[in-house]
């Protein structure tokens, strides 16, 4: 886990805290976010074994458990390395900053079909898209709650497709 993120959005917080009348309405939220994202942090793990990237929780004895269903698309959160479309991290360039990326993105083709267009999906797989070179596929967003230096070595190590 890397806790960079939540700590970034925190010191964040605590300033936006600390302003008049902003201290009310923008402040709360992005406490509530910097909160999240360490809870997140201590709560998922993501694995590559042989042939699949898989997100995990931890439980309460340390040991990884399965993650349950995807809250978007529904099925199992583990895709095949053969699957993926696509991967990047947001804002790009950011990943060998200092701060890294807020976002790691991924697509691939394993979710059924019938659910690329959910979410972000939408505007992803549209004639605009594909006109500009995306790949159909299904998106996924995670907030980088990890070390995306890492994360990008696995994910080019085990072929992850990439445009």
Sequence with gaps: PDFKLAAITTALALVLDSIPYIQFILGPIVTLLAVLFAVQTTRIRFKFDEDSFELLSAGADG????????????????????SFVNWEFFPEGWIDQPQGPILVYFKETQTPEGEWEVGPGQSANSAEALAKGAVRGQVHFFPALCD????????????????
């Design 148 to 163: 995306t230096k890492q994360l990008r070595e696995e994910f080019t190590r085990r072929g992850c497709a990439k445009l």
């Design 63 to 82: 040991e990884l458990e399965d993650s349950g269903e995807n809250i978007v698309v529904g099925g199992a959160n583990r895709w095949t390395y053969d």
